[in-house]
């Protein structure tokens, strides 16, 4: 019998981290903490639990509140009590557009890298176990210790897409810097692709479903080898 693997998600309630949960949910042997900042709007995340084969729990979360992101362990503690948690995975992102590194909204640069950085940041340190701190150690239970941080080809310096989306891809690539990590965790970056949702827009490349599935796969096959790397949606590793 295959093990119960558990899931939170942020950012579900539409775009790549609805599709996420709603491919999660149909596996009976998931179980997903599905987050969003205001879980009475989320009606398409709501719409979910009524066909869902796993266990769906919806639990508000804003990633740009610190007091938000410590207050959601004990909750999402009681919630998955021993069976710990096994994907902590980091979507929710925001976007200033395409602004560039001469003309950008300072007030927004640090709204996007509350959201964007520190918000992952915070997510990935208050759900392991810290010595002092009084929070149930969540990935330490759990059998799988997976974070996915999700990125963007934007952050890649490498690639170099000539500094458009300065903002966003500013937080991106100090995103990046996530997927270093401790070696008990597998934590690496992915970059979705260009993807058809409110953020993408209709003229991106890819439709959700497609994009997600592989996402999906590249989480539950990954390996201590995938740890500290930048990943594409299709397993391909992007350069820094
Ligand atoms: N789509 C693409 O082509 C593409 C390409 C590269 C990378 N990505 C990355 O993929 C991830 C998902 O993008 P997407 O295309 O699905 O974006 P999206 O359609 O704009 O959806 C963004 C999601 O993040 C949530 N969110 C924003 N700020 C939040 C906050 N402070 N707290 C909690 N949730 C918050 C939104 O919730 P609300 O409904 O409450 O606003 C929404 O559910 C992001 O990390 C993005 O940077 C996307």
Redesign the pocket.
């Given at each position: 019998m295959s093990q119960i693997s558990t899931w939170l998600v942020?950012?579900?309630?539409?775009?790549?981290?609805l599709e996420l949960v709603r491919q999660l949910v149909a596996n009976p042997q998931n179980v997903i903490v599905a987050t969003?900042?205001?879980p009475a709007r989320a009606s398409k995340l709501a719409t979910l639990k009524e066909s869902a084969q796993g266990e769906l729990h919806i639990v508000a979360?804003?990633?740009?509140s610190e007091a938000g992101i410590r207050g959601s362990v004990a909750e999402v503690s009681a919630i998955l009590g021993s069976r710990g948690l096994d994907y902590l995975y980091n979507?929710?992102?925001?976007t200033e557009g395409d602004d560039s590194a001469f003309g950008f909204s300072y007030a927004g640069l640090l709204e996007t890298l509350r959201?964007n950085v520190a918000g992952p940041a915070l997510l990935g340190m208050v759900y392991l176990p810290l010595l002092g701190m009084v929070y149930l150690p969540l990935l330490e239970r759990g059998r799988r210790r997976v974070i996915v941080n999700?990125t963007?080809g934007l952050a890649s310096i490498g690639l170099d897409f000539g500094g458009k989306n300065a903002t966003y891809s500013i937080s991106k690539t100090a995103l990046n810097m996530l997927a270093k990590t401790r070696p008990d965790l597998i934590a690496y970056v992915v970059?979705?692709g260009?993807?058809k949702?409110?953020?993408?827009g209709p003229g991106?490349m890819m439709e959700v479903e497609e994009s997600v599935a592989r996402l999906i796969t590249l989480a539950t096959t990954a390996t201590a080898e995938s740890s500290g790397k930048f990943f594409r949606n299709d397993g391909e590793q992007n350069p820094w």
């Open positions: 942020t950012g579900s309630s539409r775009g790549i981290g969003c900042r205001d979360l804003d990633v740009g979507n929710a992102a925001i959201a999700m963007s970059d979705p260009w993807v949702t409110d953020m993408g991106a």
